[in-house]
């Protein structure tokens, strides 16, 4: 029997507009690694019902007590996270966060959608040489556990890089975060003069985030009443509730909300006085409010009235720039809280002490924070007086701001992939990103376009 050859190029998107641009590039890089033409097959989820697909179904709903959320969080399938990304995406819906029902339909539809999804690759595995996915740490993760470990080059594009793939040589099993982590290398200095470039980087992300980070859509941020800033034990740091839940995998807490919750519930029990500072992008305020938005304004409120008795939480609900809340509390008696993010970096910029989950956009071994990896650790930490806590060390927080901030390839640098393509069609790379903006169809025998698609290949991060 003659032997499947990998002929297959598999993307999650539709070729079209600005994606066709993404895919010819990471197609032609592709072929040019396997050093021969590759089949463009364009991937759609699929709800077909199948007596092998209900036995899994039926397997899965007993395996984890018929679907409760921990159970399911952590359970696998031929290697593959299913129930994490499952999980993930039904709490992406507004229903998810308000209604039993509506998340248990969920949670069946994208069980039905995802195993369709693994049966697709076990068929299709020897023929698919290469894959570009988009939005990871939804069910398209799966696409990376099952293909990681295997002669097959992945592709696509995420804070903190830019457009990536894993090369050839790389086959082991990952996961969708494990291509996002900033490597750690103990060999890696900083000269002083690069130190006061970085400097200035991180000053200007803090007094002006709108115009560094492409995501924060907020131009219009509040005044903070000092008055309100005295004796505060704690600052804690909302993540959206809705999206990218479970982004750095399972840690005791399905959901933001829950962290978000036990965090609260811990600190009053030291009678601590506590500030909730919500995402800049999810206030009444945003100008350019989205269905999402919404959502996340609507979840916040519900968590203000649930702890509405509560004297010792300030809730900031309306957008505060970090900056203008951080300089006026005491890092000598103020400490952080995130689950992960970039607001670790600016707050052990300036000084104050952190607490956050162990896995982040960066390698556990850059010392930053007071790392927590289960729940009981966390707890712990929580309960730990401010003496016995860590400060960052500052050089690796100089590291981190260098690798992604002059990181030419990603959203800061010239080489940016979407700023190539926002330049070649001279239009605004903010509204490119927000989808608001469609272009023209890649052409293949257009010579401008193909420079354009070479000049994004270029731009192409290995991730090893």
């Known amino acids: 029997m003659k032997t499947e050859e990998k002929d297959i190029f598999l993307s999650t998107r ?40 209900i036995y899994h179904l039926l397997k899965i709903i007993l395996l984890t007590n018929l679907l409760t959320n921990h159970k399911l969080s952590k359970f696998k399938l031929y290697n593959c996270e299913i129930g994490r990304h499952v999980i993930s995406t039904c709490y992406s819906d507004y229903l998810a966060h308000f209604n039993s ?114 995501w924060v859509k907020q131009g219009y941020f509040k005044k903070i009443n000092k008055n309100k800033l005295k004796k505060i034990d704690y600052v804690i740091y909302c993540h959206s509730f809705t999206d990218a839940q479970l982004q750095m995998g399972y840690d005791g807490f399905v959901t933001m909300e829950a962290w978000l919750k036990f965090t609260l519930y811990t600190l009053l029990k030291k009678n601590s006085k506590i500030i909730v500072k919500s995402h800049p992008n999810f206030n009444k305020f945003n100008k350019i409010q989205t269905y999402r938005s919404n959502v996340e304004v609507k979840i916040f409120e519900k968590i203000k009235n649930e702890f509405k008795n509560y004297k010792n939480i300030i809730f900031l609900s309306d957008p505060i720039k970090n900056l203008d809340l951080l300089r006026n509390l005491n890092n000598k008696r103020t400490v952080l809280i995130s689950h992960h993010g970039t607001s670790i970096l600016e707050g052990t910029y300036l000084g104050f002490k952190f607490i956050s989950y162990i896995k982040n956009f960066w390698s556990s071994n850059y010392n930053l924070t007071n790392k927590w990896s289960n729940k009981r650790e966390y707890f ?76 994004i290949i270029n731009s192409l991060e290995s991730v090893e």
Do not use: C
């Not at 539809?109 to 690759?121: T, V």
């Open 101 to 214: 029902f509506s998340l248990i339909y969920k949670k069946i539809k994208f069980l039905i959608i995802s195993l369709n999804m693994i049966f697709f690759m076990k068929k299709n595995q020897n023929r698919i040489a290469a894959i570009y996915l988009d939005h990871g740490i939804f069910l398209n993760g799966l696409f990376v556990n099952y293909f990681s470990d295997k002669k097959t080059i992945l592709y696509s594009n995420s804070y903190p890089r830019g457009l990536f793939f894993k090369p050839l040589n790389i086959n082991k099993s990952l996961k969708y975060e494990d291509f996002l982590k900033l490597r750690f290398n103990k060999k890696d200095k900083i000269k002083q003069s690069l130190k006061k470039t970085i400097k200035k980087k991180i000053e200007n992300s803090l007094s002006k985030p709108q115009e560094v980070y492409p």
């Open 380 to 455: 712990d930490l929580l309960n730990k007086e401010f003496k016995y806590l860590k400060f960052a060390n500052k050089n690796h927080i100089f590291l981190i701001w260098k690798k992604i901030h002059l990181n030419q390839n990603n959203f800061s640098g010239k080489k940016y992939f979407m700023k190539s393509i926002s330049d070649y069609f001279n239009i605004n790379l903010n509204l490119l990103i927000s989808g608001k903006l469609k272009i023209k169809k890649f052409v293949h025998n257009n010579k401008g376009q193909i420079k354009l698609v070479n000049k």
């Open 14 to 53: 539709s070729n079209i507009d600005l994606y066709s641009y993404i895919i010819g590039a990471t197609k032609k890089h592709a072929e040019y690694k396997f050093k021969k033409k590759l089949k463009l097959q364009e991937y759609s989820n699929s709800k077909k019902i199948s007596l092998k697909l």
